[in-house]
């Protein structure tokens, strides 16, 4: 167990359990301190957030520091634990899998994203009858103009990262509420905020 986590490329575990991406499940991350001020305006009382950001898709996960004094046993429970990882070529080139299920809900959830942007003329029309078509690289590389497919199957998760960070950058949903339903266990979450989203 370590007291605090540093800003290096690594595994993260709070009480032995790890973190992963709430989008591509990657496990690989650098953690960082962030800071705010306990109210606004601020009164210089600072609030530590720990922010980890994901080495496969970029996305942002904040977590909270659950330490705790054991008074019974009269130890402090340290939450974190940190493995860190060296960088090594790999010898043979992993192909990662995504599940029938887990795609799905990607092709579900890529038309409603896409559905906001266009409302709101930040992606133009034609790009539905590519989503129709599962011209997944191509609706990347919209938005995107340096996206290169690296598997076949990771085209579809790459597309609706680069459409939720858009929606989020754009802010045309709420950050915090996106990032509480990609936190959350339900697989149908994701696609009933986008079509609540729609529907305001």
């Not at 990657?26 to 994901?54: M, Q, R, S, W």
């Not at 992606?123 to 690289?137: H, Q, T």
């Amino acid at each position: 167990m370590v007291d605090y986590l540093t800003a290096e490329k690594s595994r993260i575990y709070i009480f032995k359990k790890p973190i992963c991406c709430h989008i591509c499940a990657h496990d690989t991350f650098i953690p960082h301190e962030t800071y705010t001020d306990v109210e606004k305006p601020g009164i210089k009382v600072l609030f530590v957030h720990n922010t980890a950001i994901c080495q496969q898709c970029g996305f942002v996960i904040q977590f909270g520091d659950p330490s705790y004094y054991d008074g019974e046993k009269d130890m402090y429970r340290w939450a974190f634990d940190q493995e860190l990882i060296e960088e090594q070529p790999l010898l043979e080139p992993h192909v990662p899998y995504i599940d029938k299920k887990t795609m799905d809900r990607y092709k579900r959830c890529i038309p409603l994203a896409l559905q906001l942007l266009i409302r709101r003329n930040e992606a133009p029309g034609k790009l539905l009858n590519l989503c129709g078509n599962d011209e997944y690289i191509a609706i990347a590389q919209y938005f995107n103009a340096n996206y290169e497919e690296t598997y076949s199957q990771l085209v579809a998760r790459d597309c609706l990262v680069l459409l939720l960070n858009r929606l989020m950058e754009k802010r045309l949903v709420n950050p915090d509420e996106l990032v509480k339903v990609l936190q959350s266990e339900e697989d149908l979450s994701l696609e009933a905020f986008l079509k609540a989203s729609i529907e305001k």
